[in-house]
Every structure is written in structure tokens, then in C-alpha cells.
């Protein structure tokens, strides 16, 4: 049980994860990293206010990442929300099966990779107590219906509309995908940050570990 962290599309408003150390905006400019050393290490030197400002920006990342791996063996947040085709959907109406909840964007690479895999996943274990639901966070529906027709077997679970971003901070979401395996009794087992196809054998494992689990409601 734990949290991986694979390719994945930073999640920020801006598209970008504001807390990434300095040293990384200077290589844009094509720099070399030895450089980029001594002049951070001078910059330190002259200017202590810069170090403390890297330390607070580090100690905001530390913070970021621990409350993501706080998110697995903890109940999932409830929500509630709406499908294209106009209906609600709560989390709880799932209680008892295990849940493959991806939150995800037709802007991200990542996911455009992944949706191929929720389908056959759902195909796969469908029949076994496991269901695939998906948050996307598009603000116009428009971008969706194109993504989905471009897809070879057109996804058959359900697909939540969530323009205004409100559930993935319930899950204190860093990238897209972000696809947490929530277990019978509703408690985050599982959480992956972005994907790799070679890791589809790792994920059907969590997928069959949890479906093999007997639980009293």
C-alpha cells in the first residue's frame, strides 16, 4: 500500500508548481549546473534573505508531500457531483465495491495515455465489485466529448464534471492523472500521481489485492 509518483501534469492554475526550487528556473536560461551552483552559493553568501526564502519554499514542498501521503489507509473524502449526462453521483453510492477514482484533464498528456487502460481496467475486473469513476476538471464540456471521441473504445463509466476544481483539493491533488484505489470499505489505499504504461501490471495487482479482500459492512 503506498503512493508512486510517475509522468504527471503539474495541477496548478497556472499550470505550473510554484514551489519548484530556484535552481531549476535558472537552467532554463541554459546555464550549466556548475555555475548554477556557484552562483546560487554566492547568492547565499551575499544575500542570507535568500536562503531563507529557499528554506521556507522547501519546507512548503515538505509539507505539500506529506499531506498527499497522509491521504493513503484514510477514508475518502465524500463528494458529490454531476455526469454530462445530467445526473448525480455521490461517492457513497459505491460503498461496498472497489473504486478506481482518476481526476484527470484533456490538456494533460498523461491521462490521454491512461484513459485506454481505465477502460479495459473496468472491462476487466467490471463483473468482480469494481467500478472506474472519473473527475475531470475541463471548464468547457466541449473539450471532453472530443477527447472521449478520439479514444478507440469509448469509455462506458461514469465521468463527473467538476468546472470549478472543488473535489481535487479534497484530495490534495499535485499532477494529473491522480488516480487513488479506494477499498470496500472506503479507505485510500492506493494513490498515483501521473502514468506510465509499464506500470499497468502495478496497478491491476493493487486492483486484484483489494478485490480479493473480504469485508463486513
Known amino acids: 500500500m503506498g503512493m508512486t509518483c510517475e509522468e ?3 495541477y496548478h492554475q497556472d499550470n505550473m508548481l510554484w514551489y519548484r526550487p530556484v535552481i531549476s ?3 532554463r536560461y541554459g546555464k550549466t549546473e556548475a ?5 546560487r ?10 536562503q531563507i526564502f529557499r528554506m521556507i519554499l522547501w519546507i512548503i514542498f515538505f509539507w505539500i508531500t506529506n499531506a498527499s501521503a497522509q491521504s493513503v489507509n484514510t477514508v ?6 454531476t455526469l454530462i449526462s445530467g445526473e448525480t453521483v455521490c461517492l457513497s453510492d459505491y460503498q461496498g465495491k472497489v473504486v478506481l477514482l482518476d481526476i484527470w484533464a484533456s490538456w494533460c498528456g498523461p491521462c490521454q495515455q ?3 487502460f481505465l477502460v479495459e481496467s473496468c472491462q476487466k475486473f467490471g463483473k468482480d465489485g469494481f467500478v472506474v469513476l472519473t473527475i475531470n476538471i475541463d471548464k468547457d464540456v466541449k473539450n471532453i ?14 465521468i463527473v464534471l467538476d468546472q470549478d476544481a472543488k473535489i481535487p483539493p479534497l484530495y ?4 494529473m492523472p491522480t488516480t487513488l484505489l479506494i477499498d470496500r470499505k472506503g479507505m485510500v489505499r492506493y494513490r498515483h500521481i501521473g502514468f506510465k504504461p509499464e506500470n499497468k501490471d502495478s496497478y491491476l495487482e493493487e486492483i486484484t489485492t483489494l478485490l480479493k479482500e473480504k469485508t463486513e459492512l
Not at 41 to 50: E, V
Open 41 to 50: 552559493d554566492m547568492m547565499i553568501n551575499k544575500k542570507p534573505a535568500i
Open 114 to 116: 491512461e484513459m485506454p
Open 76 to 81: 475518502a473524502p465524500p463528494f458529490t457531483g
Open 145 to 158: 466529448r472530443k477527447f472521449v471521441s478520439k479514444l478507440e473504445i469509448p469509455p462506458d463509466f461514469p
Open 172 to 175: 490534495q491533488v499535485e499532477g
Open 25 to 27: 528556473v535558472m537552467g
Open 8 to 10: 504527471a501534469q503539474p
Open 35 to 39: 555555475k548554477m551552483v556557484n552562483e
